[in-house]
């Protein structure tokens, strides 16, 4: 017999994706920390916010359910990722400056990379093209609000952290909006609220719809904090 355990998690407007639905790489690190690590996790729906929505945990596996409705599912996963050479921080920095975003954005709220939200209310992370290997890089300082007591930046923003990067990386860029459908992180380390850090995204191929991408996090001077992959899918126009 099957034993299901449930809980509750509610994401709150704060972090947003697009502006009526959770931020993904937020919401897969809400539900990958019921499950071992590393995790993938799939997302079936636009996460709603501001809801409480049901964790079910299904032997090793988590569902994420709003109603009868499931939003997304996290398991288990190997997470081999291999992240190209990070740039310096000053390289980072002038990345960042070419950031796209800052021209047009589908989501300019959005936690991760919306540059019409404010310093502290989220993570300003714009990732702008680096001008090698279709590498996009920024820098990042975490904010104090994103820490445990013990000064440590929860996992949930680690995961948002290698999630927009990502977004910006896919070469070519569709025409129409990308939307996180698959995401798998590891981590091999923390880091702390303050710490200087650089996010890299970089392409990994086109099929269809589907644009991949890999994440990583480094600390200022190349330490490896964590690496990602992603599947995104290019929304359909009518």
């Known amino acids: ?7 509750e998690i509610a994401i709150a407007r704060r972090f947003c994706g697009p502006a009526e639905s959770g931020n993904g790489g937020y919401t897969c690190g809400r539900l990958a920390a019921f499950v071992a ?6 997302l079936r729906v636009p996460p709603p916010l501001d809801t409480p929505l049901a964790v079910v945990m299904d032997g090793a596996k988590a569902r994420l359910l709003h109603g ?5 599912e996290a398991a288990p996963a190997i997470v081999d990722v291999t992240p190209p050479r990070p740039p310096t921080w000053d ?14 954005h589908d989501f300019p709220r959005c936690f991760v990379c919306g540059p019409a939200r404010e310093p502290g209310d989220a993570l300003r992370l714009w990732t702008g093209p680096l001008g090698r290997d279709g590498i996009v890089a920024a820098p990042w300082v975490p904010h104090a609000s994103l ?15 290698v999630d927009c990067p990502g977004f910006w990386a896919p070469d070519p860029r569709p025409a129409t909006p990308l939307l996180l459908g698959r995401f ?8 702390r609220a303050g710490e200087e850090c650089i996010a890299i995204g970089w392409p990994m191929g ?7 991408s890999g994440t990583a996090l480094f600390r200022r001077g190349g330490g490896l904090v964590g690496v990602a992959r992603a599947t995104w899918i290019a929304l359909k126009i009518a």
Do not use: C, I, N, Q
């Not at 017999?1 to 809980?7: D, E, G, I, K, N």
């Open 68 to 72: 009868t409705t499931l939003v997304a």
């Open 91 to 104: 390289e980072a920095v002038a990345a960042s400056a070419r950031y796209d975003g800052h021209r047009a």
């Open 37 to 42: 690590a590393p995790a993938e996790v799939t």
């Open 147 to 161: 820490a445990d007591e013990g000064g440590r930046v929860r996992p949930e923003f680690l995961w948002a952290s």
């Open 184 to 191: 798998a992180a590891r981590f091999d380390g923390g880091v």
């Open 206 to 212: 086109v099929d269809g719809r589907k644009h991949f």
């Open 1 to 7: 017999m099957v034993h299901l355990r449930a809980m």
